[in-house]
């Protein structure tokens, strides 16, 4: 009789531990999908927040160019800025080169390109593809439009000391081959956008984010 108790002790006290661990795992792994669904979350939000500013100003930059000196790049650089997750490197093209806004800038960009990368991580393809190329091709436009203001400045500082037209201006400084680079920046972004429209990529992406 007493063995019959110990057996019977003994494969509660297994079943008990068994299920003990079956339930441990249950938990981890809906801890896992809620912490997966939170990051998830978090950078659709930002990601989304970055294709909305550039719907609103896709006609600003996308816009035919003339084949001049684009005096007016920082007003489309702000544009392109003009979010709670962008705003404060609006003053980075107010003050190019200068602390603590350059410094502030470059974390940005880094910010992005982490991004890109968390986004390629997090979600399954063809959509992490999608919004991973079109943030690094933000990342990469805001970039090449800020190196083209650091230029812009210069040029207007020289004019202030010796007037010249912009013609002249040009044969000083590399002023057009770092605009047909933003040029280039701009249309890989037009493109990874409509890839993005093509694709529906806003409906898919919100079924990832789904538990």
């Given amino acids: 009789m007493l063995n019959n108790w110990n057996f019977w002790l003994s494969l509660i006290t297994a079943m008990t531990a068994i299920l003990a661990v079956v339930l441990s795992v249950k938990q981890i792994s809906l801890s896992n999908k809620h912490h997966l669904f939170e990051r998830r979350l978090k950078v659709y939000m930002i990601v989304s927040g ?21 005096f007016a790049i ?8 003009n979010n709670t997750y962008m705003e ?26 982490r991004l ?27 970039f090449r439009m800020y190196q083209y203001q650091i230029i812009i400045d210069k040029m207007m500082k020289e004019n202030e000391k010796n007037p010249m037209t912009a013609e002249e201006l040009q044969k000083f400084f ?10 280039d920046a701009m249309e890989e972004l037009k493109v990874s956008y409509q890839a993005l429209v093509d694709q529906k990529a806003d409906e898919k992406i919100t079924k990832y984010i789904r538990l």
């Fill in 50 to 70: 970055l294709v909305c500013l550039y719907k609103e100003n896709r006609n600003l930059i996308e816009r035919k160019r003339k084949d001049e000196p684009q």
């Fill in 174 to 183: 590399p002023e057009k081959e770092h605009r047909i680079r933003m040029y």
């Fill in 116 to 142: 890109a990368t968390e986004i390629r991580l997090i979600f399954k393809k063809p959509i992490n593809e999608l919004y991973g190329k079109f943030v690094e091709c933000y990342e990469k436009t805001l």
């Fill in 74 to 81: 920082d007003h489309e650089f702000i544009w392109l800025t």
């Fill in 88 to 113: 404060a490197q609006s003053e980075a093209i107010v003050h190019p080169l200068e602390q603590p806004y350059h410094k502030d800038f470059l974390k940005k960009r880094e910010e992005l390109r």
